[in-house]
């Protein structure tokens, strides 16, 4: 008599152990395409990474001056501003003393400017 009681509780437990194995196994294939497209990307980046590398020993690399220039004109415009705004000094102190750093190089610049080189 206690195995027909359990007869119906065993049929439950293996009807829902077979239901959650069926969802999880239609889960599995789309789990593999993301892996093997994650594995593929990521296959390709370093493949690009080490043709890059290969080429800039080779001296094969592209001229990129004008970006590699440009980047650092927007990082100096950058640090430049962020300075300026966490600067101890006030607001006028800084500009003045901005304005006489700019004034002293363009002078540097002036006098080497007007040199001629030597031995020519």
Known sequence: MRFKKREPLFSVLLDTGLHLLDSLLERV?????????????????ATDRVSRATDA?????D??????????????GIGVGVGLLIAPASGEE??????????????KVRERAGKKPQGV
Do not use: H
């Open 29 to 45: 294939p789309d789990n593999v395409d993301d892996i093997k497209d994650r594995v593929r990307d990521t296959y390709d980046t």
């Open 57 to 61: 020993l080779r001296g094969k690399e």
């Open 63 to 76: 001229s990129q001056i004008l970006g590699k220039v440009a980047a650092l004109l927007i990082g100096v």
């Open 94 to 107: 800084t500009r003045d003393g901005i304005t006489d750093k700019v004034s002293d190089f363009s002078e």
